[in-house]
């Protein structure tokens, strides 16, 4: 089992940046990829960024160049930056970990999601 806790989120001005974090409860190292999905009012959940094990990342297309992922294995945290924020970017944001035993089977773990309002 994995906990994750998102923090981070807020209310932030179109055009400004905001950064989110995920804690994990083990170690973020034996954990397959994580990522950074969001859910707006309405809408579903849809992917924003993933970064695998080995600190590839992979964006949506409406985040390339705006967002970034990275993971800090000493911290067993997955941090997500933010910028050019515009009011499309609001939702709430849900960190996921997905592990993969030796069995193949896959496991997602999400977090309690984390709001992030752009709004002026």
């Known amino acids: 089992q994995v906990q994750l806790v998102e923090s981070g989120g807020g209310l932030v001005q179109p055009g400004g940046s905001l950064s989110l974090s995920c804690a994990a409860s083990?170690?973020?190292?034996?954990?397959?990829?994580m990522g950074w999905y969001r859910q707006a009012p309405g809408k579903q959940r849809e992917l924003v960024a993933v970064?695998?094990?080995?600190?590839?990342?992979n964006y949506a297309d409406f985040v390339k160049g705006r967002f970034t992922i990275s993971r800090d294995n000493a911290k067993n945290t997955v941090l997500l930056q933010m910028s050019s924020l515009s009011a499309e970017d609001t939702a709430v944001y849900y960190c996921?970990?997905?592990?993969?035993?030796?069995?193949?089977?896959?496991?997602?773990?999400w977090g309690q999601g984390t709001q992030v309002t752009v709004s002026s």
């Open positions: 996921n970990a997905r592990r993969v035993d030796y069995s193949l089977r896959v496991f997602n773990y």
């Open positions: 083990i170690s973020i190292s034996s954990i397959n990829a």
């Open positions: 970064i695998t094990s080995g600190g590839r990342p």
